[in-house]
């Protein structure tokens, strides 16, 4: 279920110009989330794999001539890791296949789409439990289960690690300890930012 597609967007998502595909619904309760409109129903469309891919490939020129491809973000993309595998068998190899995701999914979920990924960007909020759970509203078990997997499997190169400054939540002292946190993993490209905090 597509809410969103954003097209022409540069080294935002993901290497060269991508497509941001927002993909309808997410387990997570965010106290400051930016984008809603994904718990909305109705305000969505639903299309098959093949329809999806069909309507992305209308950049398929500007995909294969900067390294770019699609990104799935939302929401959690990973709710539809069945569909993205069946879309990215419509594109050839040199398109990237990229996600946006909290990771707070089943591990079979991750391991189920991991191999026909390009890269993942990782929204981890805290390594903290007790802030993770304040600000999301559920528990991290699954993201830190799936971290430990991406590790164990060797896959860090493959996961760039987003950790926000979130107002009222978390400190730049702590935000600091979930990076150390994060390397001590084996992950090396961290975006460390400053989240916004709109209305």
Known sequence: MVQTINRHRFVIDGKGITTLVGLYGCPLQCKYCINRDVLSSGRFRELTPEKLAQTLMIDFCYF????????????ESLL??????EIKAFF??????????????????????????DSLIIDVKSMNPEIYRRYTGISPE???????WL??????????IRIPIIPEFTTEQEVQQTR??????GF??????Q????G
């Open 64 to 75: 294969i001539a900067t390294g770019g491809g699609v990104t799935f973000g939302g929401g």
């Open 80 to 85: 539809y890791a069945e569909a993205i595998r």
């Open 92 to 117: 050839p190899p040199a398109v990237c296949i990229n996600v946006e995701t909290s990771l707070n999914v089943p591990t079979e979920v991750l391991e189920s789409v991991v191999d026909c990924l």
């Open 142 to 148: 699954k993201t830190y289960q799936n971290l430990k």
């Open 151 to 160: 590790c164990e499997h060797k896959l860090q190169s493959k996961c760039r």
């Open 180 to 185: 150390e946190g994060i390397e001590a993993m």
């Open 188 to 193: 090396e490209d961290i975006d460390v930012f």
């Open 195 to 198: 989240y916004k905090v709109f």
